[in-house]
């Protein structure tokens, strides 16, 4: 199935995390980077929001805003995200998924490239690191990650749908992209 095209422009969104902080989106200041993950608890975006928390204060001085989807419900997903430095969003009935083109699918799971990240960040949350996701997850495990990089005109200046649950923009591909957008 070809991925989805991203939008090319984005609406004027007034979000809430789950802190009650309002995020506009696009930012009127800055680049938004609106990550879309799994859900709560998920052990795979731990390990990857964990490299976004080690190079936060690097994120910001390029002028990037945050922005992480879950489509978990926000009590759910607040006992999970409570010590991230940055928004996150519940999004429980992927009404901004669907609005982005974020898919979901067995191929999440089943690609091969994905068991490194699932190995390390299971051990991880084995081992008490992570806090572990709720037993049942209401909109399943077969989400796939995507990232957007939106200007402050709202125009989406990148865009990435992953093609399994660990393929997703590093702290590097963002600080680049970030880099040729300002050009």
């Given at each position: 199935m070809p991925q989805p095209?991203?939008?090319?422009?984005?609406?004027?969104?007034?979000?809430?995390s789950v802190t009650g902080e309002h995020i506009p989106v696009p930012d009127p200041h800055g680049l938004v980077h609106l990550q879309f993950r799994r859900f709560a608890?998920?052990?795979?975006c731990n390990l990857h929001l964990r490299s976004f928390?080690?190079?936060?204060?690097?994120?910001?001085?390029?002028g990037v805003?945050?922005?992480?989807?879950?489509?978990?419900?926000?009590?759910?997903?607040?006992?999970?995200?409570?010590?991230?430095?940055?928004?996150?969003?519940?999004?429980?009935e992927k009404e901004i998924y669907r609005q982005f083109g974020?898919?979901?699918?067995p191929r999440a799971l089943l690609d091969p490239r994905s068991w490194p990240a699932i190995l390390r960040?299971?051990?991880?949350?084995?081992?008490?690191?992570?806090?572990?996701?709720?037993?049942?997850?209401?909109?399943?495990?077969?989400?796939?990650?995507?990232?957007?990089?939106?200007a402050p005109d709202g125009v989406v200046v990148a865009a990435?749908?992953?093609a399994h649950a660990d393929d997703q923009w590093?702290?590097?591909?963002?600080?680049?992209?970030?880099?040729?957008?300002r050009r």
């Open positions: 095209d991203p939008p090319t422009t984005v609406p004027p969104y007034q979000f809430l608890g998920c052990p795979i928390v080690a190079r936060h204060a690097e994120i910001s001085a390029a805003r945050e922005v992480v989807f879950f489509h978990s419900p926000a009590a759910e997903l607040a006992e999970h995200t409570s010590d991230l430095p940055f928004a996150t969003v519940a999004d429980p974020v898919e979901s699918g960040g299971g051990l991880l949350t084995m081992r008490g690191r992570f806090r572990a996701p709720a037993g049942r997850q209401a909109n399943g495990r077969l989400g796939l990650p995507a990232d957007f990089l939106i990435k749908y992953g590093s702290v590097d591909d963002l600080l680049l992209r970030a880099a040729a957008a």
